[in-house]
Structure formats: C-alpha cells, structure tokens
C-alpha cells in the first residue's frame, strides 16, 4: 500500500494535477468576501441611472460569504476535481493496462491510493482556500465563529469524499478520460438536482444544508436527525469506492 500511496504522490506532483485544485479552491476563497465587499461600489459605477439614484444594498452577513465560497466549490470546484481525475484510472488503463495488469496488482491498494491521495490534495486545497477566505471575511465583512467554520468545513470535505468516489468510479468504467469525466458530471448533476426531489434532506442535499445551518448557526430543520445525511454520504461513498475494486479485477482478469 506504502509502495502506491508513494507513486500517487508523485505523480500528482509531476504531472502538476495538484495545480488545477490549488488555484481554483484558493481563488473563489479569496474572491468572495473581495467581491461581497466591492459590489454596492461595482453596481454604482457600472449602472446609467439617472444622478441621485441611490442603490441600497444590505450588507452581507459572515454566514452568507462563507457559504457563498462553498456554493463556488460547488460548480467551479466540482469541474476542477473532474478535470483532474477522469484520467486517474481511465487513461492509465487506456495507455499502460496491458502491462499493469501482467503485474500482480493488489487492485484494492490501487483503487485506495488513488483515492487516498487525490482527496488529500483536494480537501487540503479547499481547507486552506475556506481558511484563507475565512480571514479575508473577518477583515472585510465582520469577526468569523471559527468552531462553526471548522464544523462546515469538515462537512465539505466529507462532500468531496463522495464526489470523488464518483469520480473514480466513471474513470474505471471506461478507458476514456473525457468519457469518464462526462458519465462523472452528468452523474453528480443528477444527484444534486434529481435526488432531493424524491429524498430530500437524507443524503447529499441534506448533508449541504447542513453545512449551511453549522455556519450560519441555525437549528436543524429536518424531521430526521441531523447525523442522518452524514452517515448516509459516508456509506454510499464507501460503497462507490468498493465498486472499482471488483470491476477491475475483472478487468484485470479479462486481459
């Protein structure tokens, strides 16, 4: 296992894939609260209404910033985590499988590696982007509830957990990278806006309102408990993760 968590490692390094998560988890933390403090001035400069219009804006709340920089993660971020990691087991099989599976390959340390070492990369940039706009937020909009913040951010990891386990599982059903990033995306689309119609508050939607109650230091509004969609996001991305291990032995075994 030691042996694949080191190879990950370098390869996430020198094929530069950490870039693409660092940058843009750093710059929507940053952009935010910048952007949140800088409207009523951007919305009065750029507007042609007659003089002495005045545009009331209500200030924004330390909660909504917050949040806000996890709703970018949740569009920009996403298709920075698909870009990254559609080709992680698609194009490895498609451009070395015939050897890698002559080798005698634990498939489930290399299904657990890659798994390992992409979520370090990718919760470790959205940690540190949500601190370094935390702080940007204390500065500009007014002081943070850091436990609160620490509560949500370990909830979006969690999120991202998930997101990667689908991820990872498109990239070992096919040996096209941008096949795999298409079946990834379409899938998350369908669990974020299909889903809570018909299970609502139980899984991925509950688990964001969830993180959105921790911040803004409300109550839990669901009739079921509020561990509910986090037991429920931690079992189905074990399971998704434990999906690849025996499609690849099987793929392992068809060469």
């Known amino acids: 296992m030691a042996i694949w968590l080191a190879k990950e490692?370098?390869?996430?390094?020198?094929?530069?894939?950490?870039?693409p998560l660092v940058a843009v988890y750093l710059f929507l933390g940053v952009l935010q609260p910048i952007t949140f403090k800088l409207m009523p001035f951007i919305l009065s400069s750029a507007?042609?209404?007659p003089e002495g219009t005045v545009i009331h804006i209500p200030p924004p709340t330390v909660d909504q910033v917050l949040y806000s920089i996890i709703g970018q993660y949740n569009q920009l971020g996403i298709l920075a985590l698909i870009l990254v990691?559609?080709?992680?087991?698609?194009g490895e099989r498609k451009l070395v499988g015939e050897w890698l599976?002559?080798?005698p390959v634990n498939i489930a340390h290399y299904v657990l590696a890659k798994f390992s070492v992409f979520f370090a990369v990718a919760a470790l940039s959205s940690l540190v982007g949500l601190g370094i706009g935390a702080y940007y937020t204390a500065e500009?909009?007014?002081p943070v509830n850091w436990s609160a913040l620490c509560q949500g951010a370990l909830l979006y990891v969690l999120y991202q957990a998930f997101l990667i386990s689908v991820i990872l599982l498109a990239s070992a059903l096919v040996t096209s990278p941008t096949l795999a990033g298409g079946i990834a995306l379409i899938s998350i689309v369908l669990v974020n806006l299909l889903l809570p119609m018909i299970w609502q508050g139980h899984f991925i939607s509950g688990l964001l309102e969830l993180i959105q109650a921790t911040l803004s230091q409300t109550a839990w509004s669901?009739?079921?408990?509020?561990?509910?969609?986090i037991v429920t996001t931690l079992l189905v991305t074990a399971?998704?993760?434990g999906l690849q291990i025996p499609w690849l032995a099987g793929r392992k075994t068809s060469h």
């Open 85 to 90: 990691g559609m080709g992680l087991i698609a």
């Open 140 to 142: 500009l909009i007014g």
């Open 222 to 229: 669901w009739s079921s408990p509020f561990w509910e969609p």
């Open 101 to 103: 599976w002559s080798k």
């Open 9 to 19: 490692a370098r390869e996430m390094v020198r094929l530069g894939r950490w870039i």
């Open 47 to 49: 507007s042609n209404l």
């Open 239 to 241: 399971l998704l993760i």
